[in-house]
């Protein structure tokens, strides 16, 4: 699965943050839930919009970032 098919970015939309797609769910929110605790049926129970496999598709985009991330350390 491919999480561009899902998370949309639309300047329209939360002022640009991703989102999952045909929502105004952003990523980040997602994200937030399940490190406050809260279960994937937790998640999808509360939010009927979305899928098992929108969820997925949030991880791998959180996932992608942390990947692309760069550190650079500055000298002291």
């Known amino acids: ?3 561009q098919e899902r998370i949309v970015v639309n300047p329209d939309i939360l002022v ?4 999952i797609r045909g929502t105004r769910l ?3 929110f997602i994200i937030d839930l399940l ?3 809260w279960s994937e049926p937790e998640v999808l129970r ?3 919009g979305i ?3 929108d969820i997925q598709a949030c991880l791998r985009y959180a996932s992608e970032l942390l990947k692309a991330e ?3 350390p500055l000298s002291v």
């Not at 640009?16 to 989102?19: D, E, T």
Request: proline content about 9%; cysteine-free; overall charge negative.
């Open 35 to 37: 490190a406050e605790g």
């Open 46 to 48: 509360n939010y009927p």
């Open 1 to 3: 699965m491919d999480w």
């Open 51 to 53: 899928t098992r496999e």
């Open 70 to 72: 760069r550190v650079y």
């Open 26 to 28: 952003a990523v980040e």
């Open 16 to 19: 640009g943050k991703p989102v």
